[in-house]
């Protein structure tokens, strides 16, 4: 299947600082990837969508000027988390999507293996 | 707007138990389902999926049936093993490809 591949898979910043997260589709043209997060023991939650060559879509609550998205080509997604705090310090992850048709179109989400931030 | 709800854990069995995890859903028109897994320190996997009414999505000897009528994705096995314990997310694909999750279920497997 698929591969999204997402780096670096866990990150240890000082509070202030910046740290910029990768996301490939490794053997596919993502067009859309979407970012999320992960609270202990708590689901996901969508923080934005990205879409190639446009301005990311930001869930309501999102600080679009702390989770900057750039989403600059077909295989590659970034965010970076900027002026880190420890309140930032979660699991982060990305998904792409394929549209494929088999009959009728069909879609498909694959993941990233996920950041674990730590903010100290 | 959609959403997914799934039964709270943690789920504690015994190996070779059957195994239910409750999963409903509200959305408009006819979402893809899905079903993914989270094992310990690991990222999310596609465990399995249905795309219509009816499909029934399995892997791993797990199986879960899109029922419309009753708005539900019930995930079932019949016997579980402790290499199943992990959490368990239930999702459904919206109109504009976002995938909406339910809280995760977690589910503990004692030898």
């Known amino acids: 299947g698929a591969v999204v591949s997402q780096h670096p898979s866990w990150v240890i910043c000082k509070s202030g600082t910046s740290v910029k997260i990768e996301c490939r589709s490794l053997?596919?043209?993502?067009?859309?990837m979407f970012w999320y997060r992960q609270f202990p023991k708590q689901s996901l939650m969508l923080m934005a969508t990205?879409?190639?060559?446009?301005?990311?879509?930001?869930e309501q609550g999102v600080e679009k000027d702390k989770f900057l998205i750039n989403h600059a080509s077909l295989t590659l997604s970034t965010l970076t988390v900027t002026s880190a705090h420890p309140e930032d310090s979660s699991f982060y992850i990305c998904?792409?999507?394929?549209?494929?048709?088999?009959?009728?179109?069909?879609?498909?989400?694959?993941f990233g293996q996920g950041t674990r931030l730590t903010v100290v | 707007g959609d959403s997914v709800t799934q039964m709270e854990g943690p789920v504690t069995l015994s190996e070779e138990a059957f195994l239910t995890i409750n999963c409903t859903y509200t959305?408009?028109?006819?979402?893809?389902l899905f079903w993914y897994v989270q094992y310990p320190g690991e990222g999310l996997q596609l465990l399995l999926k249905a795309t219509k009414a009816d499909d029934k999505g399995s892997n791993k000897g797990f199986e879960a049936t899109y029922r419309k009528e009753t708005t539900s994705f019930h995930l079932e096995k019949g016997s579980v093993q402790v290499s199943d314990s992990a959490v368990y997310f239930c999702a459904l694909m919206d109109s504009n490809y976002q995938l909406i999750w339910g809280a995760g279920t977690k589910l503990i497997i004692k030898p």
């Open positions: 053997d596919f043209q993502a067009t859309t």
């Open positions: 990205s879409n190639e060559g446009s301005k990311a879509t930001y």
């Open positions: 959305a408009t028109g006819y979402p893809s």
């Open positions: 998904s792409a999507i394929i549209l494929h048709k088999a009959g009728a179109w069909n879609t498909e989400a694959f």
